[in-house]
């Protein structure tokens, strides 16, 4: 399933990119062109905005209640019946996440500590942000 989210929904953007959904979020995006690149990419809208109620041909969207992120996450997964999570995308950027095949590659990138703890590192192929899996991953899973 791929995203857009209104600007209201940036912190709910960058989970939706963590749990490794394509999510698109533009801080300063107008109506008019979130409903056009929606459409062109046939991605689903997440709003807080109801003046999107008042468009009768719109179908894949779904009006956020709540004001809390975690909320928000709640309320997605139970009525899109959301079931698989998997880390694949930048929060930063939307890009897609690649294993680091050589550890040394990123020795310094990252906190000493977790570079000496882990082995399982990731890269975003556009932006290069690094990535591991941490104890919060955990607890979003179970």
């Given at each position: ?5 209104d ?25 008019s062109?979130?409903?056009r690149?929606?459409?062109r990419?046939?991605?689903f809208?997440?709003?807080r ?6 468009f009768?041909?719109l179908k ?5 209640n709540?004001n ?16 698989k ?8 950027c939307?890009g897609?996440?690649d ?7 990123i ?11 882990l ?24």
């Amino acid at each position: 399933m791929r995203f857009i989210t209104d600007a209201m929904l940036g912190r709910l953007a960058r989970w939706l990119r963590l749990l490794g959904f394509d999510t698109l979020y533009y801080s300063d995006i107008s109506d008019s062109d979130l409903l056009r690149i929606a459409r062109r990419e046939n991605r689903f809208i997440l709003t807080r905005d109801t003046h999107f109620l008042r468009f009768k041909d719109l179908k894949d969207f779904l009006l956020i209640n709540s004001n809390n992120t975690l909320d928000q996450l709640i309320e997605i997964t139970r009525v899109l019946k959301m079931k698989k999570f998997d880390l694949a995308r930048c929060v930063k950027c939307n890009g897609m996440l690649d294993d680091v095949v050589e550890k040394a590659d990123i020795e310094g990138s990252v906190p000493e500590y977790i570079y000496l703890k882990l082995s399982k590192f990731m890269r975003c192929r556009a932006c290069g942000n690094i990535y591991w899996e941490g104890s919060h991953m955990k607890s979003i899973s179970t």
